[in-house]
């Protein structure tokens, strides 16, 4: 594991930041949130940052020239600059604010697809993706006749660079993967993967959902040509996110989308294209929620990255060790040592959906079901897994009133087998 510079503020500390964290759910049951791949909660800076721009400055940016909208326009461009910074881009115009991932992915491949691809060409992508990194590229191949190729992972959900390697081949035109699985925790080998794109001369693009919000990803030094990232994952607001790309890419680009604010002059017959980033940018944007998740990026950029990984492992470590001492209780995917903090099981004898539901009874809040990645459980035969996922204000004893709340609910289960067979 990687040394920590500086070790995580104290637990008290961190949760005196989080009004969403010490709560009670119902009268006496105290929440537990483990739900963190799905949504993060968010900090007092991020909720003062969205309240301060609705109470104090509400106005639109880039149009009225009068102090509110300047205002609005200078907390707006300071946020686009910190997540600039944040993941690592040469320039600022090169982040575009987007919607969410989702959002971000559909832009490439409505516009960079659409635009440089043809029939024949390939995208490879890996069994590991999110729908949000599959669905769009199936949208695609269909309409322009496109093939898809699907690096398979190891039984125990890993990625090995190789599995890449073998989907390549010289029609291979995009990379797209994920940064780490949503589902299983995985973190994927970006480094090798890029390099062996790039070789073949295909472009990448990486789903950074998770990823981002778990691990630094600098775009500049891995050499990314396209991330996407959601603010609502890194203590942001929902309803934001951002698109990575490199300029010379995003230059070449046409908009996959227009109305206001994108265009320089407008006549009865066409447009002129307005310059980075506001090119990808048509309408009011979502003003509020990029400058709360400008104030994520900065909440989380006062921590060790090195720090928050070394958490999460030893959150796993914690929970692995927990969970292989329930009989009836199997992990999916692979050892801490190769994922951040996602722990997605299938238990033998109870329904994901009715565990879900018996631990929010205890206060325990994780997810049930496919978790948006239905391939990925075909590739394990599973319908559904439940899924605890954890963020840094997460703690050990967490992970112990989970382990006791999947006791208690697979006992209740074998209790109501005993007695209907009784
Ligand atoms: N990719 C991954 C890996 C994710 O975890 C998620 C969210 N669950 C997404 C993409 C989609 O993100 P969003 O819903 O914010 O667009």
Redesign the pocket.
């Known amino acids: 594991m990687a040394t920590v510079d500086s070790p995580l503020p104290r637990h008290d500390d961190l949760k005196a930041d989080f009004p969403g964290l010490h709560q009670e759910i119902r009268p006496g049951v105290r929440l537990t949130y483990l739900d963190n ?2 949504t993060t909660l968010k900090p007092w800076s991020v909720i003062r940052a969205v309240q301060a721009y609705d109470s104090e400055y509400p106005a639109n940016v880039h149009r009225g020239i009068h102090a509110l909208s300047e205002r609005a326009t200078e907390a707006y461009e300071a946020a686009r600059e910190t997540v600039a910074r944040f993941v690592g881009a040469a320039e600022v115009e090169e982040i575009i604010w987007t ?5 971000a ?1 559909n832009l490439v491949a409505q516009s960079w697809g659409r635009t440089f691809l043809r029939e024949g060409d390939e995208i490879v992508l890996t069994d590991l993706e ?1 729908h ?2 599959l669905i769009p590229w199936q949208m695609l191949a269909k309409e322009k006749g496109l093939i898809l190729r699907f690096a398979e992972i190891t039984d125990d959900g890993r990625l090995e660079d190789e599995a890449v390697e073998r989907q390549l081949s010289d029609r291979t035109r995009i990379v797209a993967i ?1 940064a ?3 589902v299983l925790g995985t973190v994927t080998p970006l480094d090798e993967v890029i390099a062996m794109a790039h070789d073949r001369g295909a472009i990448v693009v990486v ?1 950074g ?2 990823g981002v919000a778990h691990h630094a990803i600098d775009v500049g030094k891995l050499g990314i040509d396209f991330l ?1 990232f ?1 603010g ?2 890194m203590c942001g607001p ?1 309803g934001v ?1 951002v698109l990575y790309g490199r300029r010379e890419l995003l230059e070449a680009m046409p908009p996959a989308w227009g109305g206001g604010s994108m265009v320089t002059r407008v006549t009865r017959e066409g447009a002129e294209w307005n310059d980075l980033p506001y090119k990808f940018e048509p309408g009011t944007p979502p003003i509020a929620q990029a400058i709360g998740m400008g104030a994520a990026v900065e909440y989380l950029s006062q921590f060790d990255a090195k720090a928050l990984i070394a958490h999460e492992r030893q959150l796993m470590d914690h929970a692995h060790r927990l969970m292989e001492d329930i009989p009836g209780v199997r992990i999916l995917g692979p050892s801490p040592d190769h994922k951040g903090g996602i722990l997605s099981m299938d238990i033998e004898s109870v329904h994901p959906h009715d565990l879900a539901q018996l631990l929010d009874r205890e206060g325990v809040a994780i997810r049930a079901g496919q ?2 990645a239905m391939p990925l459980h075909q590739r394990y035969g599973l319908m559904a897994s439940a899924r605890a996922s954890a963020y840094f204000y997460n703690t050990t004893e967490d992970f112990d009133r989970l382990a006791e709340a999947i006791r208690h609910a697979i006992e209740l289960f074998r209790d109501r087998r005993s007695r209907r067979s009784g």
């Not at 919607?99 to 959002?103: A, L, P, S, V």
């Open positions: 791949a799905a919607r969410g991932t989702t959002d992915i999110h949000s990194n994920t780490m699985s949503n789903d959902a998770q996407a959601s609502h994952k929902t996110g978790h948006c």
